[in-house]
């Protein structure tokens, strides 16, 4: 158990409808990454935060969003969803070191 | 721009036997850290072994070891005495230098193993 919790672990909807999911870093870390393996694009980053405010955005499309809460939980918002928005997201959370911890993911399937 | 390539789709190893994984990074910054995750059918990504690109030694795990080249730009990594557990798939990911963003890593295609008994 790497401490960082997500939800829902599995997700089915349709195309044109919006998701949201949820990750809990670990106790004390501060950062939240968020990830997206898919079968096209392999594991991708797309999202950074640090304690509330967004860092680095990597190849994430504006139909997605996040944020991150005062609680320092983070949300990724899934809008308009199309067939190839069906991946495996992760959400990870980074110590001091700087070790990556992952979530177990949760998982999309867009119909 | 940073790139990682696993050049191995799939491999097979016979249980208890070692196994080299491929990994081939491409990178301008001579600041950089080189990691391996491991993912079973199940879908958690499960740390395995990190090697920063100015650690003297090959970094070693367990059963786990990296085989670092850093003029070959290779990063291999060895898994000794394979067990049934090993089957997964294996990424490869590197960090680039920039200690603000420390958990962006950019990932390899992956290589699918299998452990025969």
């Known amino acids: 158990d790497s401490g960082v919790t997500q939800t829902p672990k599995h997700l089915i909807t349709a195309t044109g409808q919006r998701v949201t999911l949820r990750c809990s870093p670990r106790?004390?870390?501060?950062?939240v990454y968020w990830y997206q393996q898919s079968l096209d694009q392999g594991l991708q980053f797309l999202i950074h935060?640090?304690?509330?405010?967004?860092?680095a955005k990597g190849n994430i499309l504006e139909r997605f969003s996040a944020q991150q809460f005062p609680d320092l939980h983070s949300e990724l918002n899934l809008s308009s969803l199309e067939l190839g928005d069906s991946a495996l997201y992760f959400c990870?959370?980074?110590?001091?070191?700087?070790?990556?911890?992952f979530g177990e993911g949760s998982r999309l399937t867009v119909l | 721009a940073q790139k990682i390539t696993q050049t191995q789709p799939g491999m097979f190893v016979q249980e208890k036997e070692a196994v080299t994984l491929d990994c081939t990074y491409d990178?301008?910054?001579?600041?950089?850290?080189l990691f391996w995750y491991k993912q079973p059918s199940s879908g958690e990504m499960i740390f395995l072994i990190y090697?920063?690109?100015?650690?003297?030694q090959n970094a070693t795990e367990g059963r786990y070891s990296l085989n670092f080249q850093k003029a070959r730009k290779s990063a291999n990594l060895v898994i000794s005495a394979s067990q049934l557990g090993d089957s997964a798939m294996y990424f490869c990911?590197?960090?680039?230098?920039?200690?603000?963003?420390?958990?962006?890593?950019?990932f390899g295609q992956g290589t699918t193993l299998q452990v025969k008994p």
């Open positions: 990911a590197m960090r680039g230098p920039h200690s603000s963003n420390t958990g962006k890593l950019i």
């Open positions: 935060y640090y304690n509330g405010e967004e860092r």
């Open positions: 106790s004390g870390d501060l950062s």
């Open positions: 090697q920063g690109s100015y650690d003297q």
């Open positions: 990178t301008s910054d001579p600041s950089y850290g």
């Open positions: 990870a959370s980074t110590d001091l070191g700087g070790e990556l911890f």
